[in-house]
């Protein structure tokens, strides 16, 4: 049995933000469905007990709840190391100060963009200024600055201009995380894919870049796998690394498999965390290799890819055991072409200047428009 590092407490979904991208589920659990501190106390022992040794708080905004810093504190009581994953509004002095104070180790804050005009656009916010304020207090308060962006093609082409930003607020680290599309992002994916033409020159980007500032800033490029010709490993392999937890209690493999709408899966208010890992038919649905039909069974990458992403194979063909559509192999890599040819069409809907009325952005109410 595997055993898992990393814990993503995913404590509200509660968000002062509406980004046309975001992971968390179409159908956002409300305030009153959410843990008690109790509950999350409980989950973040039973965690440190399966073996996690990291962390991530993160949301929805994590700030918005109250209780952060009796979590960190707890982590820190059980020697794991903690990351708060913030869109940055809401942290103040005093907050990060007594964030630090219970032990917070490490802080990763997202921007939409080098500007409050991409964040207004992505985010509908236009608190641009407070993400630079944001910056600032993380630094100050003595922890690194990880800095990450969701790249696509509205802001792909100010790639220079972004990682300038990142250099002057002092960022030790950015990762440029191209966009990946299930969710929101796959609601959004006419607005969102960018043309080949646009990747390839944000590659060049990327690469001058990186190697200008080695001395100063970690530049990490998270692939586009719509224009790969095989899929990502996502998240290691299904319940090999990692377990998300929702903010109703709920226990996922990834932060996304809330989607998989075929799936039942397990929930911290029922069960202890260790039999959900271990146990629960959920995770134990595609682990390993043994589940993978063809193409995946007999190819020589199975153990290199896993078969790619469970959640896109689902969100794309209905069925989480197919072979992701990524792949070369797979008999609906049709489905992505498609979005491909259509993004790269001059004169294609996807292609049009960016209708802001177009964009579908995050809200509670979503569910209901379903
Ligand atoms: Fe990976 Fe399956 Fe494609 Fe082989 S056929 S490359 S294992 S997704
Ligand atoms: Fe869920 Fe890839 S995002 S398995």
């Given at each position: ?279 629960s038919a959920a995770f134990e649905a595609y682990r390993g290799t043994e589940w993978m039909a063809d193409p995946c069974r007999s190819c020589p990458r199975k153990e290199l890819d896993f078969g790619g992403c469970r959640c896109q194979a689902f969100a794309l063909t209905g069925d989480a055991g197919r072979t992701d559509p990524v792949c070369m192999h797979s008999p609906d890599h049709h489905l992505i072409q498609d979005a491909l040819v ?29």
């Open positions: 049995m595997p055993q898992p590092y990393g814990l993503l407490a995913e404590v509200t979904h509660q968000c002062p933000l509406h980004c046309v991208y975001c992971s968390n589920p179409l159908e956002l659990r409300g305030r009153q469905d959410e843990l008690t501190t109790d509950d999350w106390l409980r989950v973040i022992r039973e965690a440190a007990g399966l073996g996690v040794v990291q962390v991530h708080f993160s949301g929805g905004e994590p700030l918005v709840r109250g209780d952060l810093e009796t979590l960190v504190a707890e982590c820190r009581r059980l020697g794991l190391y903690t990351n708060l994953i913030t869109s940055g509004l809401g942290l103040t002095e005093n907050r990060a100060r007594t964030l630090v104070s219970a032990g917070l180790n490490s802080a990763q804050l997202s921007i939409q963009g080098d500007a409050a005009e991409s964040t207004d656009l992505v985010a509908a916010s236009k608190r641009f200024d407070k993400k630079q304020d944001a910056a600032r207090i993380i630094r100050e308060a003595g922890l690194p600055l990880n800095m990450n962006v969701v790249l696509h093609r509205m802001n792909l082409p100010r790639l220079d201009a972004i990682i300038d930003v990142c250099v002057s607020w002092g960022a030790e680290r950015l990762e440029l995380a191209n966009a990946q599309y299930y969710g929101w992002a796959l609601r959004n994916r006419d607005q969102l894919l960018p043309t080949k033409a646009q990747l390839d020159e944000a590659v060049d980007v990327y690469e001058r870049r990186k190697a200008e500032l080695a001395q100063h800033m970690e530049l990490l490029w998270i692939l586009p796998d719509y224009y790969e010709p095989y899929p990502k490993p996502c998240m290691g392999g299904w319940a090999q690394t990692a377990l998300t937890v929702a903010p109703d209690g709920v226990v996922y493999p990834c932060p996304v498999a809330a989607e998989i709408t075929t799936m039942e899966f397990s929930s911290v208010r029922d069960h202890h965390l260790e039999w959900i890992w271990s146990s259509r993004a790269n069409e001059p004169d294609g809907a996807a292609s049009g200047e960016l209708v802001r009325e177009e964009l579908v952005y995050r809200r509670p109410s979503m569910s209901a428009r379903r």
